[in-house]
């Protein structure tokens, strides 16, 4: 064996180890996160909401979401040429739910697609109700799309007023990471 094979080896167990430990944190989260990031998004740029639905969650999101982004530099500028923040809310485990990432949006010919490959052939009407945010961020003059995520609280009964700002806070310190540093 070569000299620097034993330490090499060692390091590489190492971080095996690490990697394929239990992390305990991780499994009583019960917040699941998706982040798709096609570009860089400009520090403080000037933002306004749109709703999917015009439902009390959701302009219980846009208020948390405008006050989360607010305190980290953005500015809400309605009816500006800045980034669209399109935010969708909805129980989940249930049939009126809309599929993953945004809802069918015939207006732009989006269509998205879930599928569940966990089927336990049990009938969603006795599914536990979670609770999603899905969010889409595109720029009002091109229309191309810079971000989207969506966040699910997998609780059985997530309360959504209860769970919305801590969910907001993680979907923003996401999109962080996607925020280009100003110059």
Not at 10 to 27: D, E, G, K
Not at 98 to 108: E, I, K, R, T, Y
Not at 134 to 143: A, K
């Amino acid at each position: 064996m070569s000299p620097g094979f034993g330490p090499a080896l060692a390091a590489a167990f190492i971080l095996a180890s690490a990697l394929l430990a239990p992390t305990s944190v991780r499994a009583d989260d019960p917040m699941q996160l998706a982040v798709v990031s096609y570009g860089k998004i400009p520090a403080g740029s000037d933002f306004e909401t749109e709703l999917s639905q015009n439902t009390e969650i959701a302009n219980h999101v846009d208020t948390a979401l405008r006050d989360t982004l607010t305190a980290h530099g953005f500015h809400y500028q309605p009816e500006g040429t800045g980034l669209v923040f399109s935010i969708n809310a909805d129980p989940t485990g249930r049939r009126e739910s809309s599929l993953s990432l945004g809802v069918n949006d015939q207006a732009s010919a989006q269509v998205h697609i879930a599928i569940n490959t966990n089927d336990t052939g049990q009938s969603t009407d006795t599914v536990p109700r979670g609770y999603r945010i899905t969010l889409g961020v595109y720029e009002r003059d091109s229309g191309r799309y810079v971000w989207r995520a969506e966040i699910n609280d997998l609780s059985p009964d997530a309360d959504p007023f209860s769970v919305t700002k801590p969910m907001v806070e993680k979907l923003v310190a996401a999109l962080e990471k996607s925020v280009q540093p100003a110059n």
